[in-house]
């Protein structure tokens, strides 16, 4: 079971500042699944995706990947996973080939000639040498989901991923992300809106706003 | 590879936003030709000051320079995918600090040559002069680059920069000054040159540690 692809959180709290976002929080996603971080507005969702990725610290408690601590793993944990924030980090300077051919750089895969089929999926084709600075906000949301077609990794973080996309860039990620989980992936995501991921699982956890 | 499609990307933003990054390069120039105005513009007075004007403002400069370093790549989220990525933070860092030093510490290196020429530095001494300010600024961007990864999640960072890294330079300042103005008189230069060398291999193999982890504690929260 241990080594199996599943991200398993023990008894995680979390504090900022004198507000707790979460105590003794426990859950597990594993292969093929979704996990839904739901709350209100304040209630910690990105700050909780976070700390499951590393780049936050949680107050108490521990995240385990394939059965092992972040701490143990970080440097396979970073290699299996992708990011995509409240930020897309895309720059403005550099159009959406030159922004892909960085992030696959920093995600440690070769920059490979299927370039044009990950534009032409995310539907930036004929904007594909134009400065993003140049773009619509959605536009350059479609360069950041271009990232998490690049790597097979299997864990994918979103935070807001639907911020805005139009009807067919929903329609494209919801498809980029039944293809991920029918495929073995894990998807943790925090979203207003309503996702229809059916038929795969997902799995949701609250988070209360508690003095 | 991959690390020559980072340097490719740091490059193409720098000429895609040069002006920007002219500002250190211009600030050094007009600073320098300041000195002439303000003191007694004699010939013998310049010379001697020369190595100190020319190297603080260098200082200065670089570390002007540095405060952009982290800074478009925290707000749109980019520091974010490189602390994430299986690629080593501290190699990032090492590229990030020397290809902006390229662009911003390289000019001014050249640069200093015409302002020799301003403040009748002797032209003989003047390969002294580009060497200790080639070995020295790079040093000055290490420090300035810990200094900006503790204060790139700050709003205010801007002024926080310089007070926090300018006490650390002084030893560098020292040797700089000292390369730069034994060479204007004749004096053997390969002492203060060799501890500028000593300092920049401290800098290389020691300062990626640190701005790794400052920029781990400024994302943290």
Known sequence: MDHEDQLSVDNLSIWRGERCLCRDLSFRVSSGEALQVQGHNGAGKTTLIRVLTGLGRADAGEVRWRGQTLRRCADEYRGSLAYLGHNNGVKLGLSPRENIAVASALLAVPITSNVDAVLEKVGLRTHADLPCGMLSMGQRRRTALARLLLANVRLWFLDEPLASLDVAGVTLLTGMLKTHLTGGGIVVFATHQTMDLAPCPVKTVMLETSA | ?221
């Not at chain 2, 010939?43 to 000051?49: D, E, H, I, S, V």
């Not at chain 2, 203060?192 to 929260?221: D, K």
């Open chain 2, 1 to 221: 590879m991959k690390f020559t499609a980072l340097i490719e990307r740091d490059l193409r933003l720098a000429y895609r936003r040069r002006g920007e990054l002219a500002t250190p390069v211009i600030f050094f120039v007009i600073v320098t030709a300041l000195f002439p105005l303000a003191l007694n513009p004699d010939p013998a007075l310049l010379r001697t000051l020369a190595p100190g004007v020319i190297w603080v403002a260098a200082l200065l400069a670089v570390l002007i320079g540095q405060d952009s370093l982290f800074k478009t790549d925290y707000e749109d989220g980019s520091l974010e995918l490189m602390l994430l990525s299986p690629i080593t933070l501290e190699w990032i860092v090492l590229l990030r600090v020397f290809t902006h030093w390229l662009v911003t510490g390289l000019p001014l290196v050249i640069l200093s040559l015409l302002i020799a020429l301003l403040l009748d530095y002797p032209m003989q001494a003047v390969g002294a002069l580009i060497l200790s300010l080639f070995l020295g600024t790079p040093i000055l961007s290490f420090l300035g680059a810990v200094g900006a990864s503790l204060t790139v999640g700050l709003r205010r960072g801007v002024m926080l920069l310089p007070i926090l890294v300018l006490p650390l330079t002084v030893p560098v300042l020292i040797f700089g000054a000292a390369a730069a103005g034994r060479a204007a008189v004749g004096d053997p230069v390969a002492a203060p040159l060799y501890f500028l060398g000593a300092m920049l291999m401290l800098a290389i193999t020691l300062a990626p540690f640190a701005i790794a982890a400052g920029l781990r504690i400024s994302l943290e929260s």
